[in-house]
Structures are given as structure tokens and as C-alpha cells.
């Protein structure tokens, strides 16, 4: 224990988790416009079947962007040692097509980004004190603005130690 009028000092190291309230900007920029791939309606059916997990096509798409709808897939078992499946499957021809998204859709999903992004800015320990929107519409682009005041914790957690006093020498 140190005496009133003894010339020694001891730092004492204390149990706390610091926190700080900070400032963050953060912006979400979404194209208005919007590629959409649409069906033409030219398709073709193939035949594939997967042996151990892998698959493998029996004939291909020739179309040079497509995608594949499985309409039935039948399993067998050769001596319950061979699993094997197949499936009949539809290949669709689809053409890319630049169309005008709904400023609601584009603001919903600038809100949902926005929201993971504070979310991991964040972490487990932090805290979302005031946080402000701003939307504008610049260039075809949604920007949306989030000024924010969080608390975060500051420097690294570590359990309180006992430091010895030590002697400290006065000036003359």
C-alpha cells in the first residue's frame, strides 16, 4: 500500500473494455439501369447422369447463354454398390436485355447492402448510435448516404495484472 507523502508510485492496470464514439460516412452506388436475361424461347432437352457426386452431359447446349431446368431425375442402385442417377433436363436459350429498374427495387436493395455493411462495420461489440440516410440520383446511379455515430471498442482487452510499486527518484 503506498503512503501519503512517500515518494513512490505504482501504476494499477484495471479490468475495462474501452469504448470511442466515432464518426463513419458510408455509400452505396446502384446502377439504374438494369441487365436482365430473358428467355427466347428456342430449347433443347439433353440427357445427363452423375455417378459418385460428378455429372456428366449426355449431348450439350449449343446456345451461347443458356440455362438448365431438371424436369425429372430417376436414381438407381447397380448391387447397391453404384449409385447412379439421371435426369432429363431443358436447356432455354436466354438474350441479355438493358431495361430501366424501378427506383423502389434499387432503393430497397441500396438500403439492404447498406444495412450489412453497418452491420459488419459494426462487429459483435459496437453499437449504432444516430445513424442519417441521404438518397440522390446522379449520372443513371442511386447513391445512397449513411452518416453515421457508432461506438466501437478501442485497443485489445486484457485481464488486470498486479504491478509491484516502484521507487521513484525526486529531481534535485
Known amino acids: 500500500q503506498i503512503q501519503p507523502g512517500n515518494n513512490t508510485s505504482q ?38 447422369f452423375r455417378l459418385f457426386g460428378k455429372e456428366y452431359l449426355i449431348g450439350n447446349c449449343k446456345f451461347p447463354l443458356f440455362d438448365r431446368l431438371e424436369k425429372e431425375r430417376s436414381f438407381y442402385y447397380f448391387e447397391d454398390r453404384l449409385p447412379v442417377s439421371f435426369a432429363l433436363e431443358t436447356c432455354r436459350e436466354l438474350e441479355a436485355v438493358s431495361k430501366e429498374r424501378k427506383t423502389e427495387e434499387v432503393r430497397t436493395e441500396a438500403v439492404w447492402r447498406m444495412n450489412a455493411a453497418l452491420k459488419e462495420a459494426l462487429g459483435d461489440q459496437g453499437m449504432l448510435e444516430e445513424v442519417f440516410y441521404s438518397f440522390s440520383e446522379v449520372d443513371g446511379e442511386l447513391i445512397l448516404r449513411a452518416e453515421t455515430q457508432m461506438i466501437l471498442p478501442v485497443g485489445v482487452y486484457a485481464p488486470a495484472q498486479e504491478i509491484p510499486p516502484q521507487k521513484v527518484e525526486e529531481n534535485k
Open 11 to 48: 501504476s494499477v492496470c484495471a479490468d475495462a473494455r474501452i469504448f470511442a464514439r466515432v464518426q463513419r460516412d458510408f455509400e452505396i452506388r446502384l446502377p439504374l439501369q438494369g441487365e436482365f436475361f430473358l428467355p427466347t424461347g428456342r430449347q433443347k432437352q439433353i440427357l445427363s
